[in-house]
């Protein structure tokens, strides 16, 4: 990192704000990051915008109406940690704050700290714990975050060390969709999700393919195929990282119009009608992250066993050479990959049911971040263009998805599972989607049931004979996984069990009233 002092134009840093209830004063960071202070307090260049919805133009709040201060009980006093709006901050809007720091955390190291250490716990662990012996291989495993660091770091080519050594021998990438991250350039904050910044930069794929909205040529394995240091990598993501705007794209080419080759050192898994937190009963409803909150109770689906399965098969992929089964995903040519307004018509069927504006779903643009974002200075707000094409699984009736590995919650379903929630209206912008979460919409019991609520679903009754039949579709399902690969035979009981208890929590909300 160079010293700013000596730099005539350091840049600028900026700091996105979500706010889920009406504030007066918010940290200068994104989300729980160490805040970056504020090297001016009267910075006239410092500027604050609001968006309506996260894709919408900004707009520039007057400088008279924010400062950087913060509300206490003797009054607004000045700080460089904080910034301050009159009349406060309105749930459901976007701002960003650009200003000047003092601060300029040293990220990208991680990612070096993250190769430099595993190559020592591989190859030279010895010299300084004899009794702890070499590793034989190395796996690497994140979830969100650290998934897209993982893919940041096959995108650099650093999974060869300074001795020329190859690094990890397999990589899980978790429900990182198709983005890297926040953790190579100047101000970085790795928690950024939506702000368009570094981490929404092509390519997606691992191949390398040309964006045709940007003509550059690239992907995640272009750096490691020259230096033969290419991992075993699994790709897992829930539908939620495909309703966000860029998951579909690691599987096809940028403008989202064919679908692409997966690598042949690739598998990419989607776990059908999930969200991006694996879900469990008794069913939430309760705030998330940053107090977000999503209309319906939150999506019930389970999908720890299909990741137990995905790593197991990487390990022996790694270990034994036992190629894991093949990628499974939405698709183009068979035309399970469908726009999501095709997928939100099939959910306007349902009685009560409210699906996302259209026009305000989250989507990646290619964004231009001025002259120096090739040394990792970013000027903000960046200039946007053309956005990419979203795709997302088909539906079927009941709104559950028909592409990726489906466990019996969806096989077998009992509710409409989603990958995605809109806001509760208590939070502002209620045609907007919530990040993150999804939502299971249990089915009625009976005909008379349905028909009451015009409920164009069959009940369940309709669908089962009784609680045994049910269990024996399940269990015939859950094997049907063992055999295809996607589900260890020692978590069978598991996966059938789930998926009665969800089967019971239908019975239990229908007997309650």
Not at 186 to 205: D, E, I, K, T, V
Not at 493 to 512: D, G, L
Request: glycine share 8%.
């Amino acid at each position: 990192i160079a010293d700013l002092a000596n730099e005539s134009d350091p840049g600028q840093n900026v700091v996105e704000i979500r706010p889920n209830s009406r504030q007066s004063t918010w940290l200068l960071a994104d989300r729980i990051h160490k805040p970056l202070r504020a090297a001016d307090l009267s910075d006239s260049n410092a500027v604050l915008y609001i968006k309506d919805f996260e894709d919408d133009e900004e707009k520039v709040v007057p400088r008279g109406d924010w400062s950087f201060a913060r509300e206490t009980d003797n009054g607004v006093v000045p700080s460089d940690q904080h910034i301050y709006l009159k009349g406060g901050f309105q749930p459901g809007k976007y701002y960003q704050v650009v200003y000047s720091t003092k601060d300029s955390p040293v990220v990208g190291a991680g990612l070096l700290a993250l190769r430099d250490t595993t190559a020592f716990l591989k190859y030279d662990s010895g010299q300084f714990m004899p009794y702890m012996g070499r590793l034989d291989h190395a796996i690497g495993y994140g979830t969100s975050q650290t998934g897209r660091m993982l893919r940041h770091f096959l995108f650099l080519g650093l999974n060869i060390d300074e001795a020329g050594r190859k690094v990890f021998d397999g990589l899980l990438p978790h429900v990182a969709g198709g983005r890297v991250g926040a953790f190579n350039h100047r101000y970085a904050q790795p928690s950024n999700q939506s702000y368009p910044s570094f981490g929404h930069l092509f390519p997606f794929a691992d191949t390398s393919l040309r964006d045709p909205l940007t003509g550059k040529m690239d992907g995640l394995f272009t750096r490691l195929n020259k230096s033969k240091s290419t991992p075993k990598v699994i790709y897992t993501n829930s539908s939620s990282e495909y309703w966000r705007g860029d998951c579909s794209l690691i599987h096809t080419d940028p403008a989202g119009q064919v679908d692409i080759e997966i690598d042949k050192n690739s598998r990419v898994y989607h776990f059908a009608g999930t969200q991006h937190g694996a879900g469990s009963l008794p069913q939430s409803h309760d705030p998330a992250q940053e107090d977000a909150l999503g209309l319906y109770p939150y999506n019930v689906v389970d999908y720890s066993p299909l990741l137990r399965a995905a790593f197991v098969n990487l390990e022996k992929w790694i270990t034994e050479g036992v190629a894991p089964p093949p990628s499974k995903h939405p698709r183009i040519k068979d035309k399970t990959a469908v726009t999501r307004d095709a997928v939100l018509a099939t959910f306007d069927q349902f009685p009560d049911q409210v699906t996302p504006a259209r026009s305000k779903l989250w989507v990646i643009r290619t964004i231009d971040l001025g002259n120096h974002c090739e040394i990792g200075v970013g000027s903000y707000p960046p200039r946007e263009g053309e956005s990419y094409n979203c795709l997302v699984s088909a539906v079927d009736e009941d709104g559950n998805e028909v592409a990726g590995i489906h466990l019996p919650d969806i096989s077998r379903p009992v509710a409409s599972h989603s990958g995605w929630n809109v806001r509760d209206p208590g939070t502002g912008s209620p045609d907007q989607q919530v990040p993150m979460l999804g939502f299971s919409r249990w089915f009625a019991n009976t005909k008379a049931d349905r028909d009451a609520l015009g409920d164009p679903r069959l009940s369940i009754n309709e669908r089962y004979q009784n609680r045994d039949n049910y269990a024996d579709l399940v269990r015939a399902d859950a094997e049907k996984l063992v055999s295809d690969g996607y589900l260890l035979e020692s978590d069978v009981e598991i996966v059938v069990c789930n998926a009665m208890e969800r089967y019971n929590a239908v019975a239990r909300k229908h007997a309650a009233g």
